[in-house]
């Protein structure tokens, strides 16, 4: 569900007209829904509520201040992946206690920030990184909570590249090894080990995958308490995949139908890591037609947005609705919208079926909230878009258009 709706014609978001919006802002343009991403912050709290987990929102999937800020407000913690993703949650408030850290390449330098900051858990991935964070807090004089995340081998049945619970992942740690490192962490003295993470991978549109990983790791724990060894946290990630196209994903209360009563049996307490749920469908890219081309063998519709804005259908061939602002009802065709970079992999739909479209008019890239701006580059020098929000009436900039100073901030000019 998403508050993006069509009102005598017109593309609104919430309560204000989107072309509206662009005649203020210009394209392309990020625009984002409040009530669609505190919406499903809530949705996801409501359902799980018998458990109260702490829900961290996966900063990676759209890393803006004030996201951000707003879902903090609202009691949501932060998972993060980098000193930067930790920057940013501490810009905003998040109580560092509410922050949890994975990533395979920590760095002395993040780990540092992150031991000092008092973060609720380090998502270790290795054993080295394991002794690298003791060897730290040792030296900082402290003792740090890790959670080990665990690669339960299953198959999430989504795009191979976000794929990260199969054995073949760079990620996490295998049962087996993860034992024996448990088993053995006592001389690791700045280190305690107190949760068990997972994240099977992303845009997962089905349980079962969920509920697999979730008894595989349970029943870890239950073996490690029988051995003496108490676990006090599950995280059981993110990964609940939203609706691009046609696909019927699970509702938060369908997942925790499904996941609930396991979790509420183990006694755990649980920590999860949504990004793309909360904030998924709580954006679109708005973009202009520059350039209508005929060729012998296609149409194209060349717009001022491209895979620097918004990578997904280049990397994965992903789907996102396209739609014009204004409703038109007159004669479709079968057009490749595509950006104006040099690359023929610079498309955002192939082969779509709109209505014929003329220089000027502005489309709307839907559901572009998550893993949009956040993987946008300055790919050919191009400046990164702006980003607004939407609270009922009110519009505010939240990421200014990039100008040609910031394209060449950090570089110098040297003699040779
Ligand atoms: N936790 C961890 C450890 C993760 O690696 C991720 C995402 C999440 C949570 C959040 O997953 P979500 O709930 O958003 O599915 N760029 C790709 C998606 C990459 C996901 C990376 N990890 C895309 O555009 O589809």
Redesign the pocket.
């Known amino acids: 569900m998403h508050e993006f709706n069509f009102k005598d014609r017109r593309l609104y978001c919430e309560n204000v007209p989107v072309d509206r919006i662009v005649k203020e802002f210009k394209t392309p343009l990020y625009v984002y829904s409040y009530a669609t991403f505190v919406g499903h912050f809530l949705k996801l709290q409501k359902a799980f509520k018998d458990i109260d987990p702490l829900i961290c929102y996966?900063v990676?999937?759209n890393s803006n201040l004030s996201v951000l800020k707003a879902l903090v407000d609202k009691g949501a913690g932060l998972?993060i992946v980098s000193g930067g993703e930790l920057f940013r949650a501490l810009q905003v408030g998040c109580p560092p206690e509410r922050i949890v850290y994975?990533s395979v390449g920590k760095t002395e330098v993040e780990i540092e920030a992150a031991i000092k900051k008092g973060i609720l858990f380090f998502n270790v991935e290795s054993l080295p990184e394991l002794e690298n964070i003791n060897r730290i807090a040792a030296r900082l004089g402290k003792c740090t909570r890790v959670a080990l995340r665990i690669n339960p081998d299953v198959e999430p049945r989504t795009h191979h590249y976000?794929t990260?619970g199969k054995l073949t992942n760079k990620f996490g740690i295998d049962f087996q090894t993860a034992g024996k490192i448990i088993l053995e962490s006592g001389r690791l003295s700045h280190v305690r080990i107190k949760g068990i993470h997972i994240?099977i991978g992303?845009?997962i549109t089905i349980g079962a995958p969920f509920v697999e990983a979730i008894r595989k790791v349970i029943a870890f724990i239950r073996k490690l308490k029988a051995a003496g060894i108490s676990i006090e946290y599950l995280n059981i990630?993110?990964?609940?995949g939203i609706i691009y196209k046609n696909e019927r994903p699970q509702t938060a209360q369908q997942y925790a139908d499904k996941v609930l009563p396991i979790l509420k049996k183990s006694g755990l307490r649980i920590i999860m890591?949504?990004?793309?749920?909360i904030i998924g469908s709580a954006a679109i890219l708005v973009t202009r037609v520059l350039y209508v081309k005929k060729t012998p063998l296609k149409k194209f519709v060349i717009v001022d947005a491209g895979m620097n804005d918004l990578i997904?259908p280049a990397l994965?061939s992903?789907h996102h609705e396209i739609v014009p602002l204004t409703f038109s009802p007159g004669a479709k065709e079968k057009v490749d919208i595509v950006g104006p970079i040099c690359e023929s992999g610079d498309f955002l739909a192939k082969e779509r079926v709109l209505p014929a479209m003329k220089e000027g008019d502005l489309l709307a890239v839907m559901c572009a909230g998550?893993?949009g701006f956040s993987?946008a580059s300055n790919y050919n020098s191009r400046k990164r878009a702006a980003e607004v929000l939407v609270k009922n009436k009110a519009v505010k900039l939240i990421r200014r258009r990039e100008n040609n100073d910031d394209l060449v901030r950090n570089e110098f000019i040297v003699e040779t």
Do not use: N, V, W
């Not at 990630?237 to 609940?240: A, F, I, T, V, Y």
């Not at 890591?273 to 749920?277: A, D, L, T, V």
């Open positions: 996966s990676k999937a998972d994975a976000i990260t994240h992303s845009q990630g993110g990964g609940l890591e949504p990004g793309r749920f997904r994965y992903a998550a893993y993987m």
